[in-house]
């Protein structure tokens, strides 16, 4: 396991975490989307997992490791800029390991502030309720497109449908899907389906 990489299959790029994977003599690091898709086994201190048991490794820690890192991040934040505002998100996140769209824009800002180079969509901000839903809307038009990037496309299909994206964004459809879609080209073509038993070896800590 890595950070900051890209994937060796999908060509997906600035992952937080990839894995590394071996078929026959073949090396790769894949992201956490290519494990689940495919059929991989792993090996992990020696003890042998199926394909199932990989998968739910795999996103397990995944998830651990994006939530230690948030935390990282907003605690960097906090040291560098004394804003009660960031306290409370930090708390908020704390327990609800995701941020309001209120408390994401703020440490949105304070990271463009500082000039720190993030991943958005690794926080999670809340849009499912009625109540995110409307509270995001309430934002200013600055403050939504702070958060629009750290949102699944999903989450701005339906934000959209409320009326409530950023000025000037757009939310493509597909011509040919009754449900609106947003349109995503790879930098690289997908790699061909594995025709062979992976594993996963995770690269211990330094």
């Known amino acids: ?4 990489s ?26 956490e ?17 199926g394909p199932k048991e990989a998968r739910a490794y795999a996103h397990g820690l995944t998830a651990r490791l994006k939530q230690q890192t948030c935390q ?18 930090a708390v908020y996140f704390d327990r609800n ?3 309001s769209p209120q408390r994401a824009a703020r440490l949105f800002a304070a990271l463009l502030q500082l000039s720190e180079e993030t991943n958005l969509q690794i926080f999670g901000v809340q849009t499912r309720s009625n109540v995110h ?6 934002l200013a038009d600055a403050e939504r497109r702070l958060v ?13 449908s409320l009326g409530f994206a950023p000025a000037g964004m757009v939310v493509r459809r597909n011509a040919t899907s009754r449900a609106a879609r947003l349109e995503v080209r790879l930098s690289t073509p997908r790699m061909p389906a594995l025709t062979g038993v992976a594993t996963i070896h995770p690269k211990p800590k330094t």
């Open 72 to 89: 990282d991040i907003i605690r960097h934040v906090q040291t560098q800029l004394q804003d009660t505002e960031l306290e409370e998100a």
């Open 1 to 4: 396991m890595t950070i900051s």
């Open 148 to 160: 629009w990037p750290a949102l699944s496309p999903q989450q701005r299909r339906r934000l959209a």
């Open 133 to 138: 839903q409307q509270e995001f809307g309430a």
């Open 33 to 49: 989307s290519c494990v689940s898709r495919y059929n991989i086994s792993a090996d992990i201190d020696g003890q042998p997992l």
């Open 97 to 99: 390991l995701q941020l």
């Open 6 to 31: 890209a994937c060796g299959f999908c060509g997906r790029s600035a992952l937080r975490v990839t894995y590394a994977v071996t078929r026959q003599s073949q090396a790769n690091w894949i992201c």
